[in-house]
């Protein structure tokens, strides 16, 4: 008889992008608990250091900012060194301010295209030489790929790009057998919210409650839920997945 | 981690292919498992293979009473339910021009009809953290040549989980799709042979098609707890068959 109780991801190498807080936290957390070995890479020093004591083992550490190409050739450098090759490769990095039609600047275009478009195209592109076949990549889209979301537009239009990388890196990459997967949260109860959307914590908790209003499960979720269905696709529970956007929103965006 | 330890879970088309390659899975990760099917023989062999956790009634989804006879089972062995994977169906081509009355009430008596009917009367037995997974198809979204009737129920099979997803809101009953992509059950296999597995599986990106295994694992996940913030749903486990 199979053994499921055993670790899922026992002995493989995980890099994880936007590690240090959230989705990304969670999904480190729960890749260890695996059995990975995970490479966490965010642009707060602190927040990764305080991330890396909360996952206790098994983890290294890399600042960067996955928009910069120098910091990714810095994360790969340091994941050659360590471990030599990839595994897995949680590509979860994101930004999203609001900013309606009318008043959104070019820098704010830019800047969230920058990471959730550049940054994913690089983040991948360039752990490719690490990595092994048959491996795995995750990308994080969103529940807004697929919906209209007032005041999102950049930050909703960056996240159907994800998705379609999804659909040409699972052609371009199936002769070496690597399995490429986006995944859609819908709102989840993280301190992205507060830190990176430009809210007021009291607009921020207003968001919050609107949110869970449209969400046919009637709350927001919680990153360790989407850190299990990250492990489901990183691991050989979905040998036969690929190409897919896995939505994970509490059927916000499937009704 | 068994997931699903002392989980009762019902698995319609239960005795062969993906049905059974799901209450397998199940059974090993802590679960008592009934299968439904209609072919007794089919049961019996399951049921001595599956072993002790498991327990196999005879009948059609098509047949309310059937249904009836299912959940009265369940109710009296187990008293409650926590995963139904809605999983038989059927599906045989006739080409547009050739289709018949009867061709498409057999179709959709099975899958749609008796999808609905299969899960409206396992909700008396069922509560919070349930899960209902109903089997699509990836012709659902693709369409499939030749099979104008299979693919039209499995695409309204799909619908079915939108509609319940907010049927259900405050039940803690959560409910997905799970479409499979070409798998290489016993049956398939023996109606393609080689060059028709070969066939159907170069039309993926994995080259290659599913071992009902994988559908089993992904049934797993949708039935565990690890897709607590999934509903109306749906995973595709095609090979990227209806992705790109």
Redesign the interface.
Known sequence: ??N??EQKLAGKIAVITGGSSGIGLATAKRFVQEGAHVVITGRREKELKDAAALIGSNVTTVVGDVSRLDDLDQLYAVVKEKHGHIDILFANAGAGTIAPLEVATEAHFDQTFDVNVKGMFFSVQKALPLFKDGGSIILTSSVSNVLGLPGFSAYAASKAAVRNF??AW??EL?DR?IRVNSLSP?PIDTPALETTTGLTAKQAKEAAAQFATQV???RR??PD??A??V??LASD???????????????MA?? | MNRLNGKTAVITGGATGIGRAAAKRFIEEGAFVFIFGRRQDALDATVADLGPHARAVKGSISDEADLDRLYAAVKAERGTLDIVFANAGTGSPLALGQITAEHIDETFDTNVKGTIFTVQKALPLMGEGGSIILTGSSAGTTGAPGFTAYSASKAAVRNLAKTWAEDLKGTGIRVNVLSPGATATELAKEALGEEGQKAYGALTPLQRMADPSEIAAAAAFLASSDSSFMTASELAVDGGLAQL
């Open positions: 008889m199979n499921h109780s999804a659909r699972t052609l199936k057998k819908g046919p499960m009637g979720g919680v839920e989407i299990s269905a492990a489901f529970e979905s040998t036969y997945i690929t190409g897919i956007d896995l939505a994970v929103d509490g059927g499937q009704v």
